[in-house]
Structures are given as C-alpha cells and as structure tokens.
C-alpha cells in the first residue's frame, strides 16, 4: 500500500467511524488492510518454503498464483495464493480450496441454523450483515461439523442411577431413501441426576415403537452407564413395560395421568365432560390408593353404562396408573405427569415450526440436537425443593438411591 492509498484509507475510516458504518467488510476502509495483510502472509509462508526446499542441485520456485475470494467475518476478500513449479507449496493461514475463514462466522452460521432459520434465511442475513454470499450447500456443510460432537454426545457415559426418567415422542415428517414422505418420530428421555438437574440422556429417530425399539433404548442407556432407574415415566408407550422389565426390572413404570385424562375426555360427550372431570377428579386426585379405588368403583356405577370403554381403559391400565400413591407428595408432583418432557417438546417446536418435511433422518436429528445445545444452557438449577424429595427417595429406596 503507497503512502497516497494509506491517507485515503485513513480518511475513509475517519468518516465511517463517524458515521457508525462498519470499518470492515466489503466497503470498510480497513478491507484492504484486512486483504493486504492475508495476501502478504501467504507470500511470506511461499518464501519460507522455497527456501527450506532448496537443494543443492535444485532449485524450487514461483509458478504463478491463483485467486479466489475468501468469506470472512468482516465480508469477502481477494486471495492469491502463490504457486510453486514443484507444486509442493501447502499454504497454512489459508488452506488449498478453504473458502471461509473464521470459526466466529461458521459459529454464527450454526448459531442462526439452530434457531430454525433456513438456508436462503441465513444467506440473506449472512449478505445483508457482513457482505458475504454463501451458497446453501457450504451453509449445510458447515453446519455438518457438529456431527463429531453429535456422535460423542451420543456415546457419553451417563450416570449409574437416575431416580426418575421420562420418555415421550415427538413427531416429525422425512423423506426416506427413496424420496418419500414418511413420518418419524424422536424418542427423547429425559433423566433426573441425585443432585436435581434434568438432561436429555438420549434422542432416538424412529418410524414405529414396540418392545424390540425400547429394547435397544434401554440397552444403550444400560452400555453407557445406567445401572438403575427408580421411576420411568411415560405415556403409554407401546412395549415399553415389557421392555423395560427385561432390562431395569426393579424399575416403576408409571403412566402419565394427564395423557390419561385427555385420552377419556375425548370419548365423553361434551354436555357431561364438566360432570365426568369433578367426578374423575376424585379418583386421580385422592390421598391413598385404596381411596382413589373405591372412587373408581363410584366412577364406574355412574358412567359405566355410558362410557364403557374409558372406564376400561382405566381398569386395565391401573396397576401402572396407580404407582404414584405408593410415593410422598413432592415425589408425586413430579413424577405422575410428563410435563418435564412435554414442556421440552414446547420449546423444540419453536424451532422446528418451519419445517414441513425434513430431507432425511440425519436434518432431523441434527437441527433437533443444536436446539437441545440452547437449550439446555437454562438447565442450571435442580427441580423445586429437590433436597426434600432426594430425602425422599433415600428413604424410599434404601440403598438403590444413597445421597452421601
């Protein structure tokens, strides 16, 4: 750079400072310094090289050089990165066929693809804010280093006890392998450690459940770790009892009584759904089970006839319904309902409401996985009154839960 472009330089970003424009970026003052600087360094590492190769009876040299635009944080620059005859050159600061340099803008990218913006959404954005055109494909392929991380996520150890689990599923459309439209789900489960924070043990892409899928859910959680779980959670999952016996069989399984008032709900005639509810309300909400027994029976004698199938429903899912009056209060609370996991789900969907069909399973996964990531930095405190209920379940549970 001559002394005249320096002082227009100078001039320039006097002005643009005042005016509060960017300094960098395709029409900052400093772009050129930027470009000069990268350009510059690459001649220097050409120089090095030369001279570390040179022998005695050969002699490397230049060969010309090759441009390409570079995106960087503060928009695109001209490279050209200098050529040696031997074609030996490997150029550091600004590797062969890199075309994005800097983590900060490719930790944006993903930062704005976890959100749920889509690809032309974050082109444009990446345009209008920093100059810089990026292609949809490279926008993909950069959000495709979290795979690493994804990968050891997944096969992390976990810890040996969890005192209570929920699963649910959350649905989602994709296209298979042979481009059509099917629909998928992701298991997710949720874990509560001896301390009271709550983690995501594991997502589980599927298109059907059954005893054999939670077989093998449960089997990873076993490999990785988890020896026991005092409390499963879940809504009515098909197999999962006997699943979940095959492998944690000391293990209480109880069924979510919101799902369960839900699913009756919807087969009770709207002009009784008020009168059912109070008189439902006396069985769920009851102090002992032997309590909420003998309401069912009043349930049954007044709405029987009526509604037969709900009142079944009820019979032959109570074992597994009724798990929660073995447990104190605050254990209770927290454990006859999937809330935990459904108000997760609530906070996935914000992200994933723009999507119609996902490409494949791996989109799915991944943009699933980068919402998880935001989401779980709120994840700081324990659940509610936690010492209470850890005190509880020591007392419960003996030495399958000891707290010190």
């Keep these: 750079m001559t002394q005249d472009e320096y002082a227009e330089m100078l001039s320039q ?43 005695s009876t050969k002699s490397n040299r230049c060969n010309g050089k090759m441009s390409k635009e570079v995106q960087t944080e503060y928009g695109p620059v001209e490279i050209d990165t200098p050529r040696d005859r031997e074609g030996s050159f490997t150029p550091e600061i600004i590797k062969k066929r890199q075309t994005i340099l800097a983590e900060g803008l490719s ?31 490279t926008i993909s392929n950069i959000t495709d280093k979290v795979w690493p991380e994804i990968k050891a996520w997944r096969t992390r150890s976990l810890e ?41 043990l594991g997502m589980y892409v599927s298109h059907s459940e059954g005893a054999n899928f939670w077989l093998s859910v449960l089997t990873d959680l076993q490999n990785r770790g988890v020896k026991d779980i005092l409390i499963a959670c879940v809504d ?56 909420a027994e003998i309401e069912l029976d009043n349930l049954e004698k007044k709405w029987g006839k009526q509604y037969p199938i709900v009142i079944k429903s009820w019979r032959d899912k109570w074992d597994n319904l009724s798990h929660y009056f073995d447990y104190t209060e605050p254990i209770r609370r927290i454990m006859y309902t999937t809330n935990i996991v459904e108000g997760y789900h609530r906070q996935i969907r914000k992200v994933t409401k723009t999507k119609g069909v996902f490409p494949n399973d791996d989109a799915l996964f991944k943009l699933v996985y980068l919402a998880y ?18 005190q509880q379940f020591a007392i419960k549970f003996g030495d399958r839960f000891q707290l010190l």
């Design 13 to 55: 970003a006097k002005e643009q400072f005042k005016q509060g424009t960017p300094l960098f970026g395709k029409d900052g003052a400093f772009h050129r310094v930027l470009e000069d600087f990268l350009n510059s360094a690459l001649e220097g590492e050409m120089d090095s090289h030369l001279y570390n190769t040179k022998t």
């Design 373 to 390: 990531r935001n989401i779980k930095k709120k994840w700081t405190q324990p659940l509610r009154n936690w010492g209470q209920t850890a």
């Design 160 to 200: 040996e006890v969890y005192p209570i689990v929920w699963m649910d599923a959350i649905h989602y459309k994709a296209h298979d392998d042979t481009g059509a439209t099917t629909a998928r789900a992701i298991y997710n489960v949720i874990g509560v450690d001896k301390e009271g924070h709550k983690d995501l």
């Design 236 to 291: 009515g999952l098909t197999g999962f009892p006997d699943a979940i016996q095959s492998v944690f069989p000391k293990t209480d399984v109880q069924l979510c009584i919101v799902h369960q008032i839900r699913n009756s709900v919807k087969y009770v005639a709207s002009k009784n759904q008020k009168e059912f509810l109070k008189d439902l309300k006396m069985v769920y909400a009851a102090q002992t089970k032997e309590k």
């Design 107 to 137: 930790d944006k990218i993903i930062s704005l693809y976890a959100t749920g913006q889509s690809m032309s959404d974050i082109s444009k954005f990446l345009e209008e804010n920093y100059g810089t055109k990026i292609s949809k494909e």
